[in-house]
């Protein structure tokens, strides 16, 4: 199955040919339409260098929010004063603490300078999203992403003290879930999504759904 190379021209080959790793094309740019047209598709971009590599695993990790669970621990954080939740205060500082936080699993980032301006270049457009746990005034950790329609598409999270990502996330999963979102895409397996209530569906059914949601 040949990988397609993107140019200045706005397409994307079908998710279909995707290899078996879900990896679709190379090449392209992070402009606002063509990010805008991959979300609508079912695709996503990583970086590998200074080349975005765009993506659509089959099958396809996602969170449907009437399904999310929260643990009897976390229940006592979320009615504890130890937090507090804010929606897009601080987008810019979520982003590049995504970047720059060094995580145990990766040794770098894909999040490269140009994603971090091509991103906060959709939040001003009023795509993208920052959840934020805070604490004493303090960032400690949060989430972004790029909200469509009834679709929520997860990106990255950071956190700088214990459970803070997930109370960003668990916040805003039941936020959206009262604003009428009908699915979150949390794109590949993690098994702390899945603890959260996260499952795995097929690229096919990911596709259909998103002809649903997304207008």
């Known amino acids: ?87 897009n205060t601080a987008f810019e500082k979520v982003i590049h603490n995504c970047k720059t936080i060094k995580r145990d699993d990766q040794d770098g980032t894909w999040i490269t300078n140009k994603v971090e301006r091509a991103y906060i270049n959709l939040y001003e457009k009023g795509y993208a999203f920052s959840a934020e746990t805070w604490q004493d005034e303090i960032l400690v950790g949060g989430l972004y992403g790029i909200r469509l329609g009834k679709v929520f598409f997860g990106e990255s999270m950071f956190s700088f003290v214990s459970n803070a990502s997930k109370f960003a996330f668990i916040q805003y999963v039941l936020e959206l879930g009262k604003e009428g979102i009908s699915l979150i895409d949390c794109q590949l397996y ?21 002809k649903v949601y997304i207008s």
């Open 1 to 87: 199955m040949s990988l397609s190379i993107l140019d200045e021209k706005l397409w994307f080959p079908s998710v279909k040919n995707a290899t078996y790793n879900g990896l679709l094309a190379i090449g392209g740019d992070l402009s606002e339409d063509r990010l805008i047209l991959a979300y609508r598709s079912g695709i996503f971009p990583w970086f590998d260098g200074d080349l975005p590599f765009w993506w659509s695993p089959d099958p396809r990790f996602v969170l449907f929010p009437d399904q999310l669970k929260i643990s009897k621990s976390m229940r006592q954080v979320l009615r504890s004063n130890r937090f507090q939740f804010r929606i």
């Open 190 to 210: 993690t098994k702390h999504l899945e603890s959260l209530g996260a499952c795995m569906i097929s690229r096919e059914t990911f596709i259909s759904m998103l």
